[in-house]
């Protein structure tokens, strides 16, 4: 913290001995705290904090001009500029600018002045040496950011001065005075500079090459007073050869000095500007920067580098942008793309892409030099591979010319790759490596083209929308040709087929055109926005392509397909075709468009794949024909020739086939193409979806689906990754490796069975390698039996090997299997997904339950692969969010009404058999979405069944009457189910089912709970666990809307009456509570009865609560008895809550004062224990402070308020009200009900007591003796109460009797605090004398 100046506080008294008025001093006064506080501000960290701080202080002293304050406002700003805290010092010379500024009439020589008495360089400490230097410095920062600095030359001068003196204290200050000098010297005019020029600047060459700062000043009045400059200093040539090595070291220091800061010193973009003057760049850029900074091997030195190549893209011509981007920089910089590849490394690529993007963005006029730079930048390749990446936002910039002539310059080196133009290098470990395969001209060309296939795809990806049409159909011909076909002689008719290949195209580079081709189709298929999909004729891209196919199909002569065309296949690319055509008449439906896009996909499909495509094309064709020409209203009951399947299977089965296919766009299409069809589907078509999804028959019947192979998978992911697969592959191998090391030893122990043990045996007893205990056998091999013996070990370990390979080989295939499986039923989930979604009335969507439950279920029990934990992220979504919670769901049973009943309680059963309950709520809530469909749905015949079934049944319970009556749902069967699900709840210890599944169901269903309220109303009073779940189920439940509304009002009363009852039976032992359970029963008890009291006073219900009030009163004393236990505040302050809404106020805790703690001794042994600490209560021997006690009442008399000095006044009230057993026991200040009272019916209303009158006394009121010197005859008077049943001869009896029958009804808000007024009315009487 800033410490204060001492003559800061004296600023008012300073005033007073100047001889100001007393009106001045008073006014200084009056904003002293407020005007102070400006200055605390101004030196906080937070920016918006010390702004304001700052305007405000200008506002205040605006007021002011000529007072007092502005002096003590300059001298408190002056010693904040040499404070101990350093963030501080800049913002007390902002802030003393910014005064600076707003009042002109201030004299800077004055205030520098000041500022030099302040901190004296030559009497200063040795200690304050650097807060000193550091003031200074800030002062004169804060001269010149005034802007008043330039136009006083004096003061000027004298800052100039200052600062040169600064400059000598390097160690302290470095650079900074140097800097500040050249900044003050770039903002003064040309005659003034002329005047400073000789002072500042020596003549001397080497001084101005020995450091940034002087060869700035150099350059500064080389640039303003070029003619001053050469009188004083000569003819300079910074770029001869004598001068470039200090050039270079000069660029060093530079570089040094803004290594953290990251960013261009000022001073290499004024020797590149100068450089462009002089037209001596290429001097500047081969010996200065490639020669100089760029062989030292310093990293700050090569960033540098980089940062002046992106500062003078703007700055250079076409030529010497072609010498700049040919140079050791770029190669450098590409070599440093390839090498930063760890994440705490600092990496280049993000800043020279914001310098590429700020070029490219700046010349949109000049497209030639936005191509040359890109097609540079896409030059600079690792052994073929550039070092930009595939999808490389700058492009966006590009203007239409340049990206025309982008585009035609990556297909023109894909064609003809010309590797004398590439800035190729290789890193050390590159050239380290031995291989000469990676040095082969074909690897380069491969990575070459690779890449710029991925390039094409991704510009299109991006540019999407300012992209032209013309140019887009290009990149999209151009990969679906080199995908599939092959030139065989060149014409005019096909573009495409007049370049050839100077390296031919290989198999790996034709599929890695082929991947980019489909990546491509996606994007022309989804992300078009003006029209998706489609070209301005409104046809899809899909169907250009196609037809852009069909015409180099039919030059046959020109063009051939690598995968050449069978007859059939020829035949089946015809008739798709023709079904293109008829598709186009039904154009305006919706499903028309989804058939059109699974035709065209699968016919591209048809270059790649014929064999495989040929037959799933008829077939798609066969049901697009079928679908367009049946009714669209069909029948789903209607007969089917079991000889061919309908249409609708037929196609789930071809969808089924496509998603197993690795491809994304696949899988879209596929979910298109479901969304249409899943109207007409058919039990069947959707037992085929679940087949896939059922673990059981999906690993059992592998034979079912063939999904593609995982390095097919692979291969197309890295396509879309941007052809990054390689070293995250090798990476996840050598974990796969490493993983299967560790585990190696433990697969070879399990892998010696017996059999291999006996040929062990077998083999050396051949060889006499077991001969027994005498050693001459031993002796007896020789050599050639020796040799013997090792070929044939050999051999056998060699067997063994083999076979432990190839079980490990097994295991892993195995798991490549599952994962391959799990990822088909991932994808098949979007089928579910959309049927659900899109026909959730649909009764097939009832069927999907119990499957979605089964995956759920396995996933839970082994989620570790994250494959798994995606199944069931996603199930469990569509379970819970699209089925469950859905707003429509199926209004037409039919018969399925007594197979839902049986499903119900099939679904509870087993959610009350889970292992862990949040498996156990997915299937209480698949109970609760069938309770649902059933309750919604009417059918006469169902009603006409149930009734039977309830005729025929000796159950008792009401028929349903109302809107339930005319639905399908049993509501004794469900209630059975359900009643022995609860019954499960409350008794079993570790049951799956929890509190929130049936407040689910009672706010979901409460026509249940007239049914399931007597079960939980008679656990009330059971065990400790079912009690405490059995209250807490009905605090939740009494207070929802939902079920009151299923209750009838005498039913609502009896209900709660038979709840108090409980409730009451559990106070009996209230405070009696021994162990954990107990205490947590109590609770529970007190926080029913708290709700039940909430629930009658805002139903206004009348119930008889004297017995309830007598128990918890004769409660009292034992719950006082255990008040400091753990955990008792909880139950007290229900217990208290409970009372309150009974008439019965808290008693308020004495205070007892520390002084009055040892008063009953004045021995000075008390004292001493006084001053060294007090017992806290709980410590307190009770028993020994009832007998100090009981004495004093019974013999000696209390004093009386007359015989009390009046200083004791506070302590005889005390004391009387510690006296009045009204308040000491907690009991009413009205008299308490006798418990053999007549109670009331629970149809008669009962009344609240009556207020008592001010001239009562609570000892009169509480039926006690009106002394209060006799406490013994009050309690045995008390006492005496219970037995009797009568209030004795008070003439308040018969009042007392009245006021016993309590209400929740009449009482009100408002009389409750007249009560309690006028009931501290009555105790401070009783206090007064």
């Known amino acids: 913290m800033e410490s204060r100046d001492p003559a800061e506080p004296m600023s008012p008294g300073e005033a007073t001995q100047s001889g100001a008025r007393p009106a001045d001093r008073y ?73 600076l500024q707003s009042f002109e009439d201030l004299p800077l020589c004055s205030i520098l002045q000041q500022i030099q008495e302040k901190y004296d360089l030559h009497q200063v400490k040795k200690a304050m040496l650097r807060p000193a230097l550091f003031a200074n410095l800030f002062g004169v920062l804060a001269l010149f950011q005034s802007g008043r600095l330039v136009k006083d030359q004096e003061a000027l001068m004298k800052s100039v001065k200052l600062l040169q003196a600064l400059a000598q204290y390097q160690n302290h200050l470095q650079e900074q005075p140097r800097k500040a000098l050249v900044d003050i010297l770039s903002e003064v005019s040309k005659a003034t500079l002329q005047e400073i020029l000789p002072e500042v600047l020596k003549a001397d060459l080497n001084i101005i090459l020995s450091s940034p700062e002087q060869l700035e000043l150099f350059l500064l009045a080389q640039q303003k007073v070029p003619s001053k400059l050469k009188k004083l200093v000569g003819s300079v040539n910074l770029f001869s050869d004598e001068n470039v090595p200090r050039l270079v070291n000069v660029l060093k220091m530079a570089a ?89 490394q600092f990496k280049f690529a993000p800043e020279m892409d914001d310098y590429v993007g700020t070029f490219l963005e700046g010349c949109q006029d000049d497209p030639e030099r936005q191509l040359a730079v890109l097609v540079a930048f896409s030059s600079v390749t690792n052994q073929g591979l550039p070092v930009t990446p595939t999808f490389w936002r700058v492009v966006r910039f590009l203007s239409p010319p340049a990206l025309r002539g982008y585009v035609a310059w990556l297909r023109a080196m894909f064609l003809q790759p010309d590797l004398d133009s590439l800035v190729d290098f290789s890193t050390n470990n590159q050239k380290k490596a031995q291989d000469s395969s990676l040095h082969m001209p074909e690897r380069a060309v491969f990575r070459l083209r690779k890449w710029i296939i991925f390039r094409l795809v991704s510009i299109v990806d991006s540019l999407h929308l300012e992209m032209e049409e013309a140019l887009t159909e290009q990149v999209a011909r151009f990969c679906l040709f080199h995908s599939f076909f092959v030139t065989k002689k060149p014409t005019s008719q096909i573009p495409e087929t007049k370049h050839p290949f100077s390296f031919p195209l290989e198999n790996q580079a034709r599929e890695a055109v082929s991947s980019a081709f489909f990546s491509l189709l996606q994007t022309l298929s989804t992300q078009f926005k003006q029209a998706p999909g489609q070209t301005q004729g409104g046809q899809p891209w899909t169907y250009h392509l196609v037809q852009f196919a069909d015409l180099l199909l039919n030059h046959s002569h020109n063009v051939t397909t690598v995968t050449p065309f069978t007859a059939q296949q020829r035949q089946a690319w015809d008739r798709m075709l023709q ?8 154009s305006a439906e919706a499903r028309a468009a989804a058939f059109q896009h699974l035709l065209l996909l699968v016919g591209i499909h048809l270059l790649k794949s014929p064999a495989e495509s040929c037959d799933l094309l008829g077939d798609i064709q066969t049901c697009i024909r079928k679908s367009l020409g049946e009714k669209p209203r069909r029948s789903r009951t209607k007969t089917i020739d079991p000889q061919e399947p309908p249409w609708v299977e037929v196609l789930v089965e071809i969808l089924l086939a496509l998603l197993a296919q690795p491809s ?27 087949d896939v999804l059922n673990p059981e028959t999906s690993e059992d019947e592998n034979d079912r689906v063939v999904v593609t192979d995982d390095s097919d998978e692979r291969r197309l992911k890295g396509a879309e990754d941007k052809s990054e697969e390689g070293e995250d592959n090798r990476s996840s191998e050598s974990e796969e490796e490493s993983e299967g090391e560790e585990s190696e030893e433990e697969e070879r122990d399990g892998d010696v069975d017996q059999g291999f043990r006996e040929q062990l045996m077998t083999v050396l007893q051949a060889g006499k390698a077991l001969g027994g205990e005498d050693s001459e056998n031993e002796e007896e091999l020789g050599d050639e039996a020796m040799m013997a013996l090792d070929q044939s070990l050999a051999s056998l370990f060699a067997e063994q090997k083999l076979r432990i390979q190839a079980r490990r080989d097994e295991k892993n295939k195995l798991q490549k299997e599952k994962a391959l499986r799990r990822d088909f039923q ?37 989620s570790s692969s994250k494959q798994e934990q995606d199944l069931l992220h996603k199930t469990a979504r569509i379970f819970t969010h699209h089925l469950c919670r859905a707003r429509r769901y199926c209004h037409d049973l039919g018969e399925r009404a007594e197979a839902l009943h049986a499903q119900v309680e099939r679904l509870v059963q087993q959610a009350g058999r889970q292992p862990d309950s949040p498996t156990a709520l997915y299937h209480f809530n698949a109970s609760l979405y069938l309770l649902r469909v059933l309750k919604g749905n009417t059918a006469e015949g169902c009603v006409h069944e149930t009734q039977e079934k309830q005729k025929a049944s000796t159950d008792p319970s009401p028929m349903p009457t109302g809107p339930q009556a005319a639905s399908c749902l049993d509501l004794n069967l469900v209630t059975r189910v359900y009643s022995t699900a609860l019954s499960s709840f409350l008794t079993k210890r570790n049951s799956p089912l929890t509190v929130p599944m049936f407040l689910s169901l009672f706010s979901r269903h409460p026509v249940l709970c007239q049914s399931l309220f007597p079960i939980l109303v008679q656990h009330i009073t059971g065990p400790v666990r079912p009690r405490h779940q059995a209250c807490l189920l009905l605090q939740k439940t009494l207070s929802m809307r939902e079920v009151r509304s299923c209750f009838e009002d005498p039913e609502w009363k009896q209900l709660m009456g038979q709840v108090l009852a409980k409730v009451t039976e559990n106070l009996r032992v209230l405070g009696e509570a021994q162990t954990k359970a107990q205490h947590q029963q109590a609770l529970s008890s007190l926080e029913l009865l708290n709700v039940l009291f909430r629930t009658c006073k805002h139903e206004k219900l009348t119930l008889d609560l004297t017995v309830l009030l007598g128990v918890l009163q004769g409660q009292q004393q034992s719950l006082q008895q255990g008040a400091h236990s753990t955990g008792s505040s909880r139950l007290h302050d229900l217990y208290w809550q409970a009372m309150k809404t009974l008439g019965v106020q808290r008693p308020k805790l004495e205070k007892k004062d520390a002084k009055e703690v040892p008063s009953a001794t004045h021995s000075p042994i008390s004292k001493k224990r006084k001053k060294k600490g007090f017992l806290p ?7 020994r402070k009832s007998e100090d006690g009981t004495p004093a009442e019974d013999g000696t008399p209390a004093a009386t308020g007359g015989s009390q000095p009046p200083s004791m006044g506070r302590k005889k009230r005390n004391r009387t009200k510690a006296k009045v057993p009204a308040q000491a026991n907690g009991t009413p200040t009205t008299k308490s009900p006798a418990p053999g009272a007549p109670t009331l019916s629970p149809s008669t209303p009962a009344k609240y007591p009556k207020l008592q009158k001010k001239n009562q006394k609570p000892s009169q009121v509480n039926g006690a003796p009106g002394s209060p010197t006799e406490p013994a005859g009050q309690k045995q008077h008390e006492k005496a109460l219970p037995k009797k049943g009568v209030l004795g001869k008070s003439p308040l009896s018969a009042l007392a009797r009245k006021k016993a029958r309590l209400s ?14 006028k009931k501290k009315v009555q105790l401070r009487k009783a206090g007064k004398p």
């Not at 304050?69 to 007390?92: F, S, W």
């Not at 007409?680 to 979806?689: F, N, V």
């Not at 209560?1177 to 028993?1183: A, D, G, P, Q």
């Open 1177 to 1183: 209560e709980t410590k307190k021997r009770k028993k």
């Open 1304 to 1317: 929740l009804v009449i009482r009100s808000p408002s009389l409750l605090q007249s009560g309690a007024k």
């Open 579 to 586: 079904t293109l055509k008829e598709l186009e008449a039904h």
């Open 27 to 99: 006014g200084l006064l009056k904003h002293s705290r407020e005007f102070l506080d400006f200055f605390w501000d101004i030196a906080k960290p937070e920016q918006e904090t010390r702004l304001a701080a700052t305007e405000k202080l200008l506002e205040y002293l605006r007021g002011r001009p000529k007072g007092s304050e502005m002096k003590y406002a300059l001298k408190r700003l002056i010693t904040g500029l040499g404070v101990g805290r350093e963030t501080a010092r800049p913002c007390y010379s902002l802030a003393l600018a910014q005064l």
């Open 664 to 690: 994304h766009l696949m899988r879209q299409v596929a979910r298109s193409v479901f969304g249409h069809i899943c109207s007409h589907l058919t039990p069947r078509a959707l037992q085929l979806i679940l």
């Open 826 to 862: 991932i994808r098949v989930l979007d089928l579910v997904e959309v049927l659900v979604t899109k026909q959730p009335e649909n009764a097939l969507v009832l069927e999907l339950l119990e499957p979605l439950l089964s995956i759920i279920r396995r996933s839970l029990r082994s």
């Open 256 to 344: 040094s000095s803004v290594k953290k800061d990251r960013k261009l010193p000022a001073i290499a973009l004024d020797l590149l500007r100068l450089a462009l003057k002089e037209d001596k760049f290429p001097r500047f850029w081969k010996e200065v920067v490639e020669q100089g900074l760029l062989k030292m091997q310093f990293w700050p030195a090569s960033y540098l580098c980089f940062r002046l190549l992106g500062v003078a893209l703007p700055l250079l011509t076409k030529e010497q942008l072609h010498l700049v981007m040919q140079g050791d920089v770029i190669r450098h910089y590409g070599e440093h793309v390839c090498t930063a590849k760890l994440p705490k």
